[in-house]
C-alpha cells in the first residue's frame, strides 16, 4: 500500500449533509484572510472542526439477533427505568432508557440500533436546554422513532441540544432498516435515548463511551442480571 493511500484510509468519509456548511466554512475563511490573516487561520481551524463533526466512518455492526447497538457515538449519560414519551405509544409503565450524550466532537450519524420495522416516526418541536439535563427529554426538540423487532418494539429518540438546531432524519414509517443503518443525523451536539422493551438488562454503565452501530448496549437472549462495572 502506497504512503498516499495509507493517509487516505486514515481520514474518514463526509457526509454529504456537511458539504454546505463545510463550504461556508471555507468561504469565510477566505473572507477573514482577506480582512486579517490571523482571522483567517482561525477561520481555517473551524472548517476543519466543522468538516470532522460530519464525518461519516465506516462501523462493524454485529448482526446476530437480539443485539442492541447504540445509535450514536459519545458517552452513556444514563441508565435508568423512566416513563416513555407519550408520542411513542409504547404504554404507561417505565422503560429502561439508555441515554447516549454527544458532544461537539463525536459522530454525529445515528445509526439504527435494531433490525426491524419503522412503525411510527414522531416530531415534536421544543426547547434547546442542555441535552446532558435529564429534562431534556421533556422539553426539547425531538423526533421519535418506534422500531418493530421480534425481541419487541424499540424507542429511539433524537434531542436537539444546548448548540444543536436541527434534527435531520433520513427514513419514513414503514421503511425497514438493518441494524447499524443510518437514519439520521443531530446539527452541532444533541442526545439519543433508546427505550427499551419490559424486562431488558443493560450491558452498559454511565460514563462509558458508545460507539455508533458497534456498542452492544443489550441483549435480548442474555437471561442475567447484566454486567457490573469498575471504574478505574
Not at 119 to 144: M, T, V
Given at each position: 500500500?502506497s504512503?498516499?493511500n495509507?493517509?487516505?484510509?486514515?481520514?474518514?468519509?463526509?457526509h454529504?449533509?456537511?458539504?454546505?456548511f463545510?463550504?461556508a466554512?471555507?468561504?469565510?475563511?477566505?473572507?477573514?484572510?482577506?480582512?486579517?490573516?490571523?482571522?483567517?487561520?482561525?477561520?481555517?481551524?473551524?472548517?476543519v472542526?466543522?468538516?470532522?463533526?460530519?464525518?461519516?466512518p465506516?462501523?462493524v455492526?454485529?448482526?446476530?439477533?437480539?443485539?442492541?447497538?447504540?445509535?450514536?457515538d459519545?458517552?452513556?449519560?444514563m441508565v435508568?427505568?423512566?416513563?416513555?414519551p407519550?408520542?411513542?405509544?409504547?404504554?404507561?409503565?417505565?422503560?429502561?432508557?439508555?441515554?447516549v450524550?454527544?458532544?461537539?466532537?463525536?459522530?454525529?450519524?445515528?445509526?439504527?440500533?435494531v433490525?426491524?420495522?419503522?412503525?411510527?416516526?414522531?416530531?415534536?418541536?421544543?426547547?434547546?436546554?442542555n441535552?446532558?439535563?435529564?429534562?431534556?427529554?421533556?422539553?426539547?426538540?425531538?423526533?421519535?422513532?418506534v422500531?418493530?423487532?421480534?425481541?419487541?418494539?424499540?424507542?429511539?429518540?433524537?434531542?436537539?441540544?444546548?448548540?444543536?438546531?436541527?434534527?435531520v432524519?433520513?427514513?419514513?414509517?414503514?421503511?425497514?432498516l438493518?441494524?447499524?443503518?443510518?437514519f439520521?443525523?443531530?446539527r452541532?451536539?444533541s442526545?439519543?435515548?433508546?427505550?427499551?422493551?419490559?424486562?431488558?438488562?443493560?450491558?452498559?454503565?454511565?460514563?462509558?463511551?458508545?460507539?455508533?452501530?458497534?456498542?452492544?448496549?443489550?441483549?435480548?437472549r442474555?437471561?442475567?442480571?447484566?454486567?457490573?462495572?469498575?471504574?478505574?
Amino acid at each position: 500500500m502506497s504512503i498516499a493511500n495509507s493517509i487516505r484510509g486514515q481520514i474518514p468519509p463526509i457526509h454529504k449533509e456537511g458539504y454546505p456548511f463545510i463550504g461556508a466554512f471555507a468561504l469565510a475563511s477566505l473572507v477573514l484572510f482577506w480582512i486579517w490573516t490571523p482571522l483567517g487561520w482561525i477561520g481555517t481551524v473551524l472548517t476543519v472542526w466543522c468538516a470532522l463533526f460530519f464525518r461519516d466512518p465506516v462501523r462493524v455492526t454485529p448482526t446476530r439477533e437480539g443485539v442492541v447497538v447504540s445509535p450514536a457515538d459519545g458517552k452513556v449519560s444514563m441508565v435508568q427505568p423512566v416513563l416513555p414519551p407519550a408520542e411513542l405509544g409504547l404504554g404507561d409503565q417505565p422503560l429502561l432508557r439508555i441515554s447516549v450524550f454527544m458532544s461537539v466532537f463525536n459522530v454525529h450519524v445515528n445509526r439504527s440500533p435494531v433490525a426491524g420495522r419503522i412503525e411510527r416516526i414522531a416530531y415534536r418541536p421544543g426547547k434547546f436546554i442542555n441535552a446532558e439535563l435529564d429534562k431534556a427529554s421533556e422539553d426539547n426538540e425531538r423526533n421519535s422513532l418506534v422500531i418493530s423487532t421480534p425481541g419487541g418494539r424499540i424507542g429511539v429518540v433524537q434531542i436537539a441540544g444546548l448548540v444543536a438546531r436541527r434534527i435531520v432524519s433520513f427514513v419514513r414509517e414503514g421503511q425497514t432498516l438493518s441494524a447499524g443503518e443510518r437514519f439520521g443525523l443531530i446539527r452541532f451536539g444533541s442526545r439519543l435515548d433508546i427505550y427499551l422493551p419490559e424486562g431488558s438488562k443493560a450491558l452498559v454503565a454511565v460514563g462509558q463511551t458508545a460507539i455508533a452501530g458497534e456498542t452492544v448496549l443489550a441483549d435480548f437472549r442474555i437471561g442475567d442480571g447484566g454486567r457490573t462495572y469498575r471504574v478505574d
